[in-house]
């Protein structure tokens, strides 16, 4: 452990830290009644339904696993349904895997079935614009400010587990407050073992949550969580 050269000596992570707490706490106000109404209406509208356990599925949608593979191809294949209604569902669906899904449809767009060929090619061109770039990060930015709305314990695991996969610093950020509206005394363990990620946000937004988790804890275990937390705070080890 480097030895602080003075009292204002921080490590990396705990200036991020600091950094993300002063910024969120301001922009930490509850979204309104109107302004859920519209995200659950936008995620509607690309398949997602309102249930918090529908939401969730939605961010783990965004990290790349054989559980979410099995889903794409099963919504590959039901581009091919003789049900007009399930061809288009799947199709609605299948752009919020993201980049996941990217391998799945080159596939499919080989495709002897014609429609299948077409709607997997339809959606490859669509994911390279712009647009469709500002959609998933709008779909995901949309399912944080439920969640964090919602505060559900069961959600914490999912959220903390999405922070890798985000590019931009306000989804991010909307990613840790979702987290930490969301963390209680069961994530203890989860989040002592998540301030050692590689991932820098990942280990910023653990932090942040296991001081917050703490606070619900037993007196030995919030010991624990500080006992954890300080040796990242004044080690200056680049991360």
Not at 31 to 41: F, N
Not at 146 to 165: H, N, Q, W
Request: glycine letters at 4%.
């Amino acid at each position: 452990m480097a030895t602080p050269v003075s009292h204002g000596c921080y490590s990396t992570l705990a200036r991020m830290a600091l950094l993300t707490l002063h910024g969120l706490v301001i922009l930490a106000a509850s979204s309104s009644a109107a302004e859920l109404d519209d995200h659950l209406k936008l995620l509607a509208q690309h398949g997602v339904k309102s249930e918090t356990g529908e939401v969730i599925a939605y961010l783990e949608r965004l990290q790349p696993n054989e559980k979410l593979q099995a889903e794409i191809a099963k919504s590959i294949e039901e581009l091919s349904s003789a049900e007009f209604s399930v061809r288009e569902a799947a199709f609605k669906k299948l752009p919020t895997y993201g980049e996941a899904a990217r391998g799945k449809l080159n596939e499919a767009v080989k495709s002897k079935d014609p429609e299948v060929s077409w709607r997997a090619g339809k959606i490859l061109k669509a994911s390279d614009s712009d647009d469709q770039a500002q959609t998933r990060q709008a779909l995901t930015q949309a399912a944080l400010a439920v969640l964090k709305s919602r505060g559900e314990a069961y959600a914490a695991p999912a959220i903390l587990a999405t922070i890798p996969s985000l590019t931009d610093e306000s989804t991010c950020g909307a990613a840790c407050e979702a987290l930490w509206a969301s963390v209680d005394a069961s994530h203890m363990q989860l989040l002592t073992k998540s301030i050692q990620s590689k991932d820098i946000h990942q280990r910023t937004a653990a932090v942040v949550a296991l001081e917050v988790a703490a606070a619900d804890a037993s007196p030995d275990s919030a010991k624990q969580a500080i006992a954890a937390i300080r040796p990242l705070l004044i080690d200056d080890t680049p991360v």
